[in-house]
Nanobody, 130 residues
Framework: VQLQASGGGLAQSGGSLRLSCAGSGFMDYFSIAWFRQAPGKEREGVSCISPSGDRTYYADSVKGRFTISSDNAKNTVYLQMNSLKPEDTAVYYC?????????????????????????WGQGTLVTVSS
């Protein structure tokens, strides 16, 4: 399984960016998640989507602003990021695992750390200026 994240860049506060995570034929079997790591901070979970695309999870910090979606025909998962804030500045990673669920991701978000995903893409840098 190979994952390729793209779409990062520079945005102004209040602006939007859309990240893409393109991969090999795994969408039917893997949950896909986005994580981020800000400078000097630990990696944290942002959002995830089930293999069927009918269940999603969002961290409280992005709920209502970010939307995760999947296009299984294109083997691509998207993260639409609206109303960006300077605190969204981070390297964003997509990752895949068959065992991840929103419940699990929330548990890690609440206690710290992040789920040990099987497959990771390279990061894409998002910078939000104030």
């Amino acid at each position: 399984v190979q994952l390729q994240a793209s779409g990062g860049g520079l945005a102004q506060s209040g602006g939007s960016l859309r990240l893409s995570c393109a991969g090999s034929g795994f969408m039917d079997y893997f949950s896909i998640a986005w994580f981020r790591q800000a400078p000097g901070k630990e990696r944290e979970g942002v959002s995830c989507i089930s293999p069927s695309g009918d269940r999603t999870y969002y961290a409280d910090s992005v709920k209502g602003r970010f939307t995760i979606s999947s296009d299984n025909a294109k083997n691509t998962v998207y993260l639409q990021m609206n109303s960006l804030k300077p605190e969204d500045t981070a390297v964003y990673y997509c990752a895949a695992d068959p065992a991840l669920s929103g419940v699990t991701m929330r548990a890690y978000d609440e206690k710290g750390g992040y789920f040990p995903m099987n497959y990771w893409g390279q990061g894409t840098l998002v910078t939000v200026s104030s």
